[in-house]
């Protein structure tokens, strides 16, 4: 049974910083691009960032351009994201998503999601 378990999440003020990690298991994450999806309070959830199994070009919302930096380690099938000059528009629930192969395109139905975790920004 693939688990995709996040954690990192918290409540910060603006202009803070938080590193959100996921930790996938059940399966090898070999091929697979990992990343993060948002939903904010009222919203739908959004894409925010992804990145392939090689680590290659990663691609981001222009929302967080700049701001937001998303990596990975294969060796211990986790995905990072590092959010810095977050602001209260970030606040929502984080979600650690994953699917097979590279996507070309929007990424709009990810094979597996995390739980979620929540970044609430003050300020």
């Known amino acids: 049974q693939v688990q995709l378990v996040e954690s990192g999440g918290g409540q910060v003020q603006a202009g803070a910083s938080l590193r959100l990690s996921c930790t996938g298991s059940?399966?090898?994450?070999?091929?697979?691009?990992m990343g993060w999806f948002r939903q904010a309070p009222g919203k739908e959830r959004e894409f925010v960032s992804r990145?392939?199994?090689?680590?290659?070009?990663?691609v981001y919302a222009d929302s967080v351009k700049g701001r937001f930096t998303v990596s990975r380690d294969n060796a211990k099938n986790m995905v990072y994201l590092q959010m810095n000059s977050l602001r209260p528009e970030d606040t929502a629930v984080y979600y650690c998503?994953?699917?097979?192969?590279?996507?070309?395109?929007?990424?709009?139905?990810?094979?597996?999601w995390g739980q979620g975790t929540q970044v609430t920004v003050v300020g």
């Open positions: 059940g399966r090898t994450f070999a091929g697979y691009t």
């Open positions: 998503a994953t699917s097979a192969g590279v996507i070309v395109g929007p990424w709009t139905s990810p094979d597996y």
């Open positions: 990145i392939p199994w090689n680590r290659g070009q990663t």
